[in-house]
């Protein structure tokens, strides 16, 4: 087999040209510019789903969300439409009720548990944590707006990275009990022992009688699971091939988009569905902020992301053993996604 060198400068001008420019008047992100590093001369090579999340695959990212195969945001918020009332009663007895939320909102899911809460305690506080300050800053906007008795208290915070610590959150008040969510079906793209390892430190920043709102994805038909990831107007296709397009822009990479193709597999040993970047060809990838060369045969994948799916009761086993009792659990009517409430003991 030939090695293919993309020729950049012949080809594909104006892009490589561009992101040449962009890559010198920006200093390289040392943390990026790590995992891709270590990631892409890794066997089989991967990089890690963080990297999606650039202004444009945030976007995207919502888009998918309202993909008609993407059914996981829908039934989620269709689980929090008929039982929102009732998860936020089982997180409390008399205590005031203080939300937090891992992310900085997941929009209208979100909003229906904090209505419920105000229509049982009057106000309430609301605290989401996350890295992008200007991602909590919308959110405060559009809660306090759109929702009245609501404060907001953002926290910027990595809470994916512990130090062996439990979450550094702000103390609550006498009376008062806190209710973490974490929704979204977000703890599947962690491999077992990191979910693991978060939920423990979840749990380290609680106190006894505290809560945790966690969305998990059902195992179900794969060509269900299959679609849901590789979606027919290419949107899933589109956020995984624009991790490429940051990387040349944040590291003067010229990696040629239509070189590459999206591929979603799902993995049943495994049970998770894995996102792929193939390579078409075989061909030679500079990066030149790295100064790396990177080559990849024809059909070999650069590991993207994976996405856990669960069976009925695991995500309750995960919860205890990270020292959270069983409090509550719904589902929706085909049983395609599960809310489960753990009680810090
Ligand atoms: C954010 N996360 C829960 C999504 C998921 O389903 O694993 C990310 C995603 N990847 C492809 N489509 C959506």
Redesign the pocket.
Known sequence: MTTFVFPTTAVHIEEPVAYQRIAHDHPVDEGVAAVVRAGLRSKPKRLP?WL?YDAAGSRL?DE?TERPE?Y?TRTERGIFAAHADAMIACATDEARLRITELGAGSADKTRLLLKSAVTRQGTVVYEPLDVSASALEAARKRIEQEIGGVRVAPQVMDYTHGNGHGLELMPTEAGERRLVLYI???I??FDPPDAMRLLRRVRGGLRPGDGLLLGV?LVKDEETLLA??DDVAGV?AD??LNLLTRLNRELGAEFYLDSFGHRAVWNRAESR?E?HLESRIAQRVRLKSLDLEVDFAEGETIHT?N?YKYRHGQAEAMLAEAGFAAAGSWTDERGWFEVCLGRAE
């Open positions: 789903p999606f990212f998918i993407y996981l979204g079906s977000s599947g793209n994805d849901a990831y899933t956020f995984n569905i996102m992301e996405s």
